[in-house]
């Protein structure tokens, strides 16, 4: 078993680690219709691609886009409703990993390789799919958007690498802001292109994986990017 040219790997949570979509959109449904009927507001609920755009995104900011029409008040008892419904979701099972996700961990690992999360979502999401999933016991670290210190994904990226000491490290995502946040960090990107983005999505990457069993290998041919 041959050490990689990365002391750390760093990962996007839902669509790279987990299949988000298992759970979310029929979750979302649900929490958005009794916030409507709470609310007394009749109006169409979403589809499911618009649910599952705000996936990878800061909630707050993929509500307000997702209902403009909305007062500030109203949206945040929708997200409230969608949120209470998704850990719902997750306690009766709904959660579960992206193919290969566990896998690709346990190798990064038995190299010797540092691992971390960096996600857009909750302190209360994190920890419960970190122990859902049993993902802690694989995970080095991991942040969110309420981790001390930290405002956005780009600040993520640099609390891990200081934490783990190195700026050897790849960041491994689905979405634009994902390779946004590693190119802020000067880390190589790469793109799981069977993630959550949406169609026409542009992401800038320096390597693209269908599937999470390419990553190996492909972190094998690009041993240059640590030396550039």
């Not at 839902?14 to 507001?41: M, N």
């Not at 995104?57 to 403009?68: Q, V, W």
């Not at 566990?102 to 994190?126: Q, T």
């Amino acid at each position: 078993m041959s050490a990689l040219p990365f002391a750390a790997v760093i990962f996007d949570l839902d669509g790279t680690l987990v299949a988000t979509d298992s759970f979310w959109v029929v979750a979302a449904d649900r929490g958005a219709r009794v916030a409507f009927e709470e609310l007394g507001i009749r109006r169409e609920l979403p589809a499911a691609r618009e649910w599952m755009a705000l996936v990878g995104t800061p909630l707050a900011s993929g509500f307000e886009r997702l209902f403009p029409d909305l007062s500030g008040a109203q949206r945040e008892r929708v997200m409230a409703r969608c949120v209470e419904e998704s850990h719902a979701a997750m306690r009766a099972g709904g959660a579960v990993e992206m193919p290969g996700a566990r896998e690709v961990l346990r190798e990064l690992r038995a190299r010797g390789v540092r691992l971390g999360i960096a996600s857009n979502c909750a302190k209360a999401y994190l920890d419960s799919m970190l122990r859902m999933l049993r993902l802690e016991e694989l995970v080095d670290e991991a942040r969110c958007l309420q981790s001390p210190g930290v405002a956005n994904k780009a600040e993520m990226l640099a609390d891990l690498l200081e934490t783990f000491g190195t700026t050897s490290a790849v960041m491994v995502g689905d979405r634009a802001s994902d390779g946004e946040a590693a190119r802020a960090n000067g880390l190589p990107f790469v793109h799981l292109a069977s993630g959550f983005a949406p169609p026409g999505e542009h992401i800038e990457c320096d390597a693209r994986i269908g599937a999470l069993a390419e990553l190996l290998p492909t972190l094998e041919r690009h041993a240059e990017w640590r030396r550039g």
